[in-house]
């Protein structure tokens, strides 16, 4: 399985450099040996240093010359290699059908309590309070991530996803998105109804609703996306939770990245938040390298 994970991420890698056509004179370090490098370090969850060793490779991937820790460092902070990591991540996480379902949620990447992380800040977590960054994900039925960002841990989620509506993907008309209670808000209801989409949380302050019934004024602010949903709270409940279900497919993929130690906590060496940001990025190219391994050794089997 590793050999096909590893195929997958490089193939993107070089497709992605094909489609970009870095300006300028060739490097003498190319940019997919330097993309490479990156990936293979944080495959390995060790810092840039680390990859600068030539004993660190083997059958998998072995370059012939390895640039200095100084240069190496330069390049992947550089605007190139950036672009390239949006572009493979964009590759991997394509599907070919439009998903009528999809998931907002996030999932807490804490560091020490005692980090000097200035970048790092005190938030919410399920059972208590912890020092981080949180990653927000919006997932489509098949498991992939196709949009995310990172951003300090007390960063409201429902800001965040309202950031990231412009930049979902394409979807059929009607299409259903489910996240927790968090994420009940009016402007993201407007925002996704804008989009032709209906989000399907659990509502929030319903005890505070007088006999079940919302005053006519702020029926009229929620506007109509919002309207709809507490139309469907109130109409089939037992079926919305039913519905809601299906939630679990987004924790199953937070699972997967911890379980498979992808992205199970931040390393010591992974802090500010440009660094955690690209070193997530890498990790859901990762994730999204083993997704259709696994899915290519499926079709393979049943062949």
């Known amino acids: 399985m590793d ?18 056509k870095p300006p300028g004179r060739t490097p003498k370090y190319s940019h ?19 990859a600068c060793d030539p004993t ?16 190496f460092t330069r390049r992947v902070k550089g605007a190139v290699n950036q672009r390239i990591l949006q572009l493979v991540h964009a590759d991997l996480a394509a599907t070919a059908l439009a998903s009528p379902v999809g998931y907002l949620d996030g999932k807490p990447l804490t560091v020490s309590a005692v980090s000097k992380d200035p ?3 005190s938030g919410h977590i399920t059972g208590g309070y912890a020092k981080g ?16 960002s990172v951003t300090s841990l007390p960063v409201a989620e429902q800001s965040v996803a309202l950031a990231l509506c412009p930049l979902l993907p394409a979807a059929p008309p009607d299409a259903l ?49 919002r309207r709809a949903a507490v139309a469907v709270d109130k109409a089939c409940p037992k079926t919305k939770r039913l519905v809601l279900r299906q939630r679990n497919n987004v924790e199953g993929v937070f699972s997967v990245l911890a379980c498979v130690g992808l992205l199970s906590a931040l390393p010591a060496f992974v802090r500010r938040l440009d660094r955690v940001r690209r070193w997530t990025g890498a990790k859901i190219v990762l994730y999204h390298a083993r997704l259709l391994a696994q899915e290519a050794a499926a079709t393979g089997a049943a062949a």
């Open 177 to 225: 998105v489910m996240a927790d209670g968090n994420y009940d808000s009016a402007p993201l209801h407007k925002s996704l109804g804008a989009g032709g989409r209906l989000l399907l949380t659990p509502l929030k302050a319903q005890g505070r609703v007088k006999n079940g019934q919302h005053h006519p004024v702020t029926l009229r602010q929620m506007g109509p996306a």
């Open 56 to 71: 660190h490779y083997g059958d998998l991937f072995r370059p012939r010359a390895l640039p200095s820790i100084s240069r």
């Open 119 to 121: 970048d790092a800040r």
């Open 32 to 50: 997919c040996l330097i993309a490479g490098m990156y990936f293979w370090s944080v495959w390995h969850d060790r810092c840039l240093s680390w």
């Open 3 to 20: 050999r096909e994970i590893w195929t997958q991420v490089m193939d993107a890698v070089k497709r992605a450099i094909r489609k970009l």
């Open 133 to 148: 960054y949180k990653l927000h994900v919006y997932v489509t039925e098949d498991r992939r991530i196709r949009v995310w």
